[in-house]
């Protein structure tokens, strides 16, 4: 295969196509890891504290929460996204555009997170808990002052492999008018048949991929 970079538009769009699509990518991925995060944390503790075997069965709490996470991680992404379209309207007003497609993605994102940082705060110890319990520490500052501490590093963890998925998503919410570097792929990379537009695209995907992997390495070994 040979990429004639003669008939390549990828020079000519870099300034006003190519660079307004990666801000639009990277305020999708923060805005949605942000929100997700925030209600996903809680989620993610509720999870955790009302679980039957908790520090405060809550059954019906539980498994409410339980099976709205489950629910929502059912649906493919793209799919998703275009369920959510009405809500969406509503919300923002347009279902067109990056900040519209924050609505799916931080959906999306708080059901992924909170099942990582149910996760997390399972596989502390439960000999480090008993610990607790045993000084007279309440739940209160067991979840925050213990499990949360001794599962920080596997929640940062969970955190980059996160970030990493919702870049993603937003490649494919560009196939349903977000825009951002998956609209620019595809509308402009490969249905006007540009692979080296095409690759740019990949290729400053793969780069971005680099970044928050390697960040979220460094990170996770200062706090382990």
């Not at 307004?20 to 996903?40: D, E, V, Y």
């Not at 509720?46 to 929460?65: N, Q």
């Not at 793209?78 to 959510?84: A, K, N, Q, S, Y």
């Amino acid at each position: 295969m040979f990429l004639n970079i003669t008939t390549t538009q990828v020079f000519n769009y870099l300034p006003l196509i190519i660079l307004p699509a990666i801000l639009a990518t990277l305020k999708m991925l923060f805005l949605s890891l942000i929100l997700g995060l925030i209600i996903g944390f809680f989620i993610g503790v509720f999870l955790v504290l009302f679980s039957p075997d908790g520090l405060m069965p809550k059954k019906i709490i539980y498994y409410s929460l339980n099976g709205l996470v489950n629910f929502v991680r059912s649906f493919p992404v793209i799919i998703l996204i275009v369920v959510l379209i009405p809500f969406t309207r509503f919300i923002i007003g347009t279902s067109v555009g990056w900040q519209a497609a924050v609505v799916p993605l931080t959906i999306s994102a708080f059901c992924a997170i909170a099942r990582l940082i149910e996760n997390s705060l399972l596989e502390v110890d439960k000999k480090v808990i008993l610990a607790a319990k045993s000084f007279g520490a309440s739940n209160r500052q067991i979840i925050f002052n213990v499990m949360l501490i001794e599962a920080l590093p596997a929640i940062f963890s969970n955190l980059v492999f996160s970030s990493i998925q919702i870049l993603a998503n937003t490649t494919l919410a560009g196939a349903v008018g977000a825009g951002g570097l998956g609209a620019m792929a595809l509308t402009f990379g490969y249905q006007r048949f540009d692979e080296i537009m095409m690759y740019s695209i990949v290729l400053v995907l793969t780069i971005l991929v680099f970044i928050i992997q390697s960040v979220g390495s460094h990170l996770y070994k200062k706090l382990k």
